[in-house]
């Protein structure tokens, strides 16, 4: 048991501990010592579950052996695969070049793969409505498929890692290439492609979407609502740079200092947004209690909408297209309760654009034949100082469904990856010695 917070979450995070409420953190009890204390209530509660969970006893008869006042609740319980399999990816690809005069290249090329065993996880394989004596019960009587009683009821929430996770990609990719004897040399590239997966980096957390599904909705079925747009599922993306190294040389060093020596180089980029779903926290809140997975997709009310939202200043799903109601709360269109974990794929709607500019200028101040040289010159991050959106609010029971009310920050700058806290314009002076 920690007072320090970082090791205290550390343990929390890394090692699941039952029952629930004898974690890293003191949650009940005091910390001192004998009847009443935290130490007093962990050591009940282990010799019961180990006594009691070997014999057979049910939740109730554990609960009933503990000293009078000790809570409990009902553990938690997570399995794996008796032999898991490693994630597995076939890939392919084709590439054609075609030389265009001395200068110039042409390069298409097509990339594709699939991955099979892969891993997802499933936190509701014991969830049920009723719940158990220690849960509590839904506020829904009847939800899709979920069971009014739990399929193994000493155990409260029971989760399995599966290994049969799936995904694929295809993309195409033209490039023009420009290499010229007076220094410059510029490539220019659009890539079209196509992203889909049961869930995205295993699971974990990435950086390329906050929109993204840990784990699956739907309980016993882990592609049922989820094989669907990838996290990362850029559809469009084009990309330009260029490099111009000053070839000149002058003999009079005036000319040398003033018009010699220079670099600059330019990058920009523009993709199409990333994907995103649309969540019923009423439905969801409603029927959580602690035995399943949380997440609800919001019903789709009617297809005829557009599913890209683009625009800052004029936001998306602004109509009762989406159900974000549950059983004791409404959305604000007043629909009745949602009883299903949706009727769309996750990721099945796409947020604006992202866009970028970004400039180098150097120059050569200082070069002798021994190898000094000193060099200054300045980066430019957002040259256009042109920001880029965050996905809108999404969630159905809400009244700020479409509103787009963050931008993102740059994916590289000063600060490194993802380093960046904001997306303003950032300029950079540097000045460079080498010998």
């Not at 550390?10 to 501990?17: D, F, G, M, R, S």
């Not at 553990?75 to 695969?81: E, K, R």
């Not at 065993?117 to 498929?145: K, M």
């Not at 099945?348 to 970004?358: E, K, L, R, S, T």
Request: charged share 10%; with cysteine; hydrophobic share 35%.
């Amino acid at each position: 048991m920690f007072a320090d917070a970082f090791p205290g979450a550390l343990i929390e995070n890394q090692y699941l501990t039952f029952p629930d409420n004898y974690g890293a953190f003191v949650q009940a009890g005091n910390v001192g010592q004998g009847a009443g204390s935290a130490p007093a209530y962990a050591l009940a509660s282990y010799n019961a579950l180990t006594t009691g969970f070997s014999g057979g006893k049910s939740a109730n008869r554990i609960a009933a052996s503990l000293p009078a006042g000790s809570p409990f609740f009902a553990p938690a319980h997570y399995i794996s695969p008796q032999h898991m399999i490693t994630a597995k990816y076939a890939e392919w690809s084709l590439q054609l070049q075609q030389q265009l005069g001395p200068s110039n290249a042409l390069i298409l090329t097509y990339v594709g793969n699939h991955g099979y065993d892969g891993i997802s996880y499933d936190y509701g394989i014991n969830e049920s409505l009723a719940g158990n004596a220690y849960t509590g019960s839904s506020n829904y009587s009847s939800f899709e498929d979920v069971p009014v009683n739990p399929p193994d009821a000493p155990f409260g929430q029971m989760g399995i890692i599966n290994d049969g996770a799936v995904s694929s990609y295809n993309g195409a990719y033209i490039q023009l290439k420009h290499i010229s004897r007076r220094g410059l040399t510029t490539n220019v590239s659009y890539t079209y492609a196509h992203a889909l997966d049961d869930v995205s980096n295993q699971g974990q957390d990435e950086v390329f979407n906050n929109n993204g599904l840990p784990f699956q909705i739907v309980p016993d079925h882990p592609s049922l609502l989820m094989y669907s747009n990838a996290d990362y599922d850029i559809r469009n993306n084009f990309l330009a740079d260029f490099t111009w190294v000053d070839p000149f040389r002058f003999g009079n060093k005036v000319a040398q200092l003033g018009a010699a020596g220079w670099t600059v180089a330019g990058k920009t980029y523009w993709r199409s947004g990333e994907p995103f779903s649309v969540f019923n926290s009423n439905a969801a809140n409603d029927l959580y209690n602690g035995t399943g997975n949380y997440y609800v997709l919001a019903d789709v009310l009617g297809n005829h909408f557009n599913h890209f939202c683009t625009s800052f200043s004029h936001p998306c799903f602004q109509g009762n297209y989406f159900n974000g109601s549950g059983v004791s709360i409404p959305d604000p269109y007043g629909n009745p309760a949602q009883a299903n974990f949706g009727n769309v794929p996750r990721n099945a709607f796409y947020g604006p654009h992202y866009a970028d500019v970004d400039l180098s200028l150097y120059k050569d101040l200082f070069r002798n034949e021994t190898g000094i040289r000193f060099k200054v010159g300045a980066q430019a991050y957002n040259l256009l100082n042109h920001p880029s959106f965050n996905a809108p609010q999404n969630n159905a029971s809400l009244s700020n469904l479409g509103f787009i009310e963050s931008d993102v920050v740059q994916p590289t700058g000063p600060y490194g990856s993802f380093g960046s806290t904001s997306f303003d314009r950032i300029v950079v002076v540097t000045g460079r010695l080498d010998f």
